[in-house]
């Protein structure tokens, strides 16, 4: 009996000292996180990704066209991993099927995914721009390419395995939205180039978005202030605002849910560039299973 | 088993881990994050006299004083907002910047205070057109309802930026249906208002699906349209989009055919009659969402005639939706000619839809051809139906093309 007393006063005691360490270190790890919130570094892999897409009958440069977005979705993990995509156009309208389009890719494995591929541009409410949501919905986490260009042999819809090539520029879907501010580092309307500010809600709540532009020396140029609707990609055009040349922005939204891209184009050299919109660190907050379309 | 002299024991080592870890692991594991979420402003107790005095200060940038001001607001220090309602008041500073200040005060943490300033501003005549603009567009981010009845005055104030943001902040204070409805509408006619302002009012009627929607939208659907000319680079491309977002009759064929109402099809018919391009594409589109019966010859003409493959798409889903026989041969002429694929496969679908049993050879003889996946799937499937239709003639469907021809 009293060896059994003993036991379960240790048992007990154990069983108190684990919770106590659970209880005090999830405390403090509660704060430090409400603190100092996710740090998400580069934000380009996880379960939960979004990119936009375009495309349109367009020649140039000798090659033939469309110009036309490229997806790269790469498996990064050693798990065979289950992807499904749905895409909207820029009016808040489902593009496809209706059940998205699901892929599984093997290990470490990565493949392209072009609009044609995803069954976007038959489609009726296809317009030829919009946005997709890449959810993985068996195995780990995936980084997605976000490639652009005119292809260059036609009837191919890789941009990438052709020097013919025009117009091309790349960057990565993102994974985090921003609860309050990002920063635009650089636009131009300098020689031919124009800069647009691509802006998606990928939640299912509204959102007002204000964009305070200024030059290079930071003298405020003017503000684009619009409603980021559920689901919403919206287009502003940055170098629209003001006289200067270049210059910088600031991004502000009333609450979760505005993630972006900055597009520069020249008309006359057929250059291209894009990257996504900085978000303020200790202001963002992750895609997740509850955002999915 | 028994506890020694200096032995803490089970009960010992319990207490002491948690302690260990909070006190000693816990901020050296953490210390990184600590240090860097301490170089935010928002996040410690911030330094209230440097920040006014940056944000008074017409030698700094304009984009330092802004931020400043963002980060002033945020705080509850009695003294932070001070400096930002002095920069506001000065009528010497560039009305454009205190308008961005004023926008930052929409997350003031004392929203009494920033409240009852910025319904100062609001009805001060003095201030520039824009301060007062950014002040009413804070006041409903706030949720100032007592400030209400001010915004509804403002709401039909004669400058239009004013109005615009006194009737958007309404709508962010909440209100009936009704109400939300009525202010819509009243920005949606409203032709001083940019129009991707109005365009949203029309998509937010069109959500709504409040019969009150009906005529307002039907009535601007007859201003003119942008006619976005087809682009020629991807600059012009970004430019058309952003065009079409902004382009109010696009916006009332859309929001008409969301709508769901039937009364909506003569007017949408109508101006099918003058529209070109994206516009034309909407109002086939609505007029397929709403099966509009009265679109059919206009339908059966623009799947074979139209230039713009986005018509004869919508074109091809409204004969679908009507199942009219008599469109018959347009969806078969469809299904062999058209060089869109888009068409080709809306026009098989409504083959099969409508258990066109003639379509059968025509079909077999166009599927080698079909390049694109989708559409030799929706023929294999439309072979499928209507092979199995010709086997047993009883199962086809009622207004089959057999029955009715």
């Known amino acids: ?293 | 088993m028994y506890r020694q002299p200096g032995d803490p024991g089970v009960f010992g080592v319990a207490v002491f881990l948690p302690v260990f870890f909070v006190v000693f692991i816990h901020p050296v594991v953490l210390s990184s994050g600590s240090a860097r979420a301490e170089e935010t402003a928002i996040r410690k107790p911030i330094d209230v006299e440097r920040l006014s005095a940056t944000v008074r200060d017409r030698g700094q940038s304009d984009r330092a004083r802004i931020n400043v001001a963002g980060i002033l607001v945020k705080s509850g220090d009695p003294k932070a907002l001070e400096p930002v309602f002095e920069v506001i008041r000065t009528a010497a500073e560039n009305p454009m910047l205190r308008a961005a200040i004023v926008r930052t005060l929409d997350r003031a943490v004392q929203k009494a205070r920033a409240t009852r300033f910025l319904a100062e501003l609001l009805n001060d005549g003095q201030q520039a057109d824009e301060v007062r603009a950014a002040a009413a567009a804070s006041l409903g981010a706030l949720g100032a309802v007592e400030d209400r009845p001010a915004l509804m005055r403002y709401c039909s104030d004669p400058t239009p930026t004013l109005r615009l943001s006194a009737c958007t902040a309404l709508l962010e204070l909440g209100g009936t249906e009704m109400e939300r409805t009525e202010l819509f509408i009243k920005i949606l006619t409203d032709d001083a208002q940019p129009g991707h302002a109005r365009a949203d009012a029309a998509y937010q009627l069109g959500r709504r699906k409040d019969p009150a929607g009906l005529a307002p939208l039907s009535t601007v659907l007859a201003e003119e349209s942008a006619e976005i000319p087809e682009p020629k680079n991807p600059g012009e491309y970004f430019a058309s989009r952003a065009a079409a977002k902004a382009d109010v009759p696009m916006a009332a064929a859309r929001a008409l055919g969301q709508l769901g109402d039937a009364r909506a099809a003569p007017s949408l018919l109508a101006r099918t009659k003058t529209a070109v391009g994206e516009l034309r594409m909407e109002l086939f589109k609505a007029l397929a969402l709403l099966k509009a019966r009265e679109a059919l010859p206009a339908a059966r003409a623009a799947i074979i005639d139209d230039d713009d493959q986005r018509v004869r798409r919508w074109a091809a889903v409204l004969l679908k939706e009507l199942k009219n026989p008599e469109s018959l041969p347009e969806l078969r002429r469809a299904v062999e000619q058209d060089r869109d694929p888009g068409v080709r496969l809306q026009a098989v679908q409504a083959l099969e839809a409508m258990q066109d049993r003639e379509a059968v050879t025509l079909i077999q003889e166009a599927l080698p051809k079909e390049e694109l996946k989708e559409v030799r799937a929706a023929m294999e499937q439309a072979l499928t139906s209507l092979s199995a239709a010709v086997a047993e003639p009883g199962a086809a469907a009622d207004g089959s093309a057999s029955k009715t021809n």
């Open chain 1, 1 to 293: 009996m009293k060896t059994s007393k003993q036991n379960i006063h240790r048992w007990a005691c154990s069983l108190l000292g684990a919770g106590l360490f659970v209880l005090c270190s999830s405390v403090a790890w509660a704060t430090e996180s409400a603190e100092v919130g996710i740090r998400p570094h580069n934000n380009a892999q996880g379960d939960d990704l979004v990119a936009p897409y375009g495309h349109f009958a367009f020649s140039g440069g000798g090659a033939p066209g469309p110009w036309s977005t490229v997806f790269t979705v790469s498996n990064t993990t050693s798990t065979a991993t289950t992807v499904n995509v749905k895409c909207y156009n820029e009016f808040t309208q489902r593009v496809g099927p209706a059940a998205g389009t699901t892929f599984t890719l093997t290990a470490f494995n990565m493949n392209f995914y072009t609009p044609e591929a995803l069954g976007l541009t038959t489609d009726p409410l296809f317009s030829g721009f919009g946005w997709c949501y890449f959810a993985v919905t068996a195995g780990d986490s995936i980084s997605v390419g976000v490639g652009t260009g005119i292809r260059g042999i036609a009837g191919n819809t890789t941009i990438f395995g052709s020097n013919n090539s025009r117009a091309i520029a790349m960057d990565t879907a993102q994974r985090m939205v921003t609860t309050d501010d990002g920063s635009v580092p650089f636009w131009t309307k300098q020689a031919s180039w124009t800069s647009y500010l691509l802006s998606i809600n990928p939640t299912t709540t509204a959102r007002s978005l204000t964009v305070n532009i200024y030059d290079d020396n930071n003298v405020f140029q003017g503000a684009l202030v619009t409603t980021l609707s559920p689901r919403d990609l919206d287009m502003l055009v940055i170098s629209s605002v003001g006289a200067a040349a270049f210059g910088t922005a600031d991004v502000k939204i009333n609450g979760r849910g505005f993630v972006g891209w900055v597009a520069g184009f020249n008309s006359a050299s057929l250059e291209l560039f894009l990257y996504g919109v900085p978000l303020y660190e200790f202001e963002t907050s992750a895609l997740a299973a509850g955002d999915r379309p």
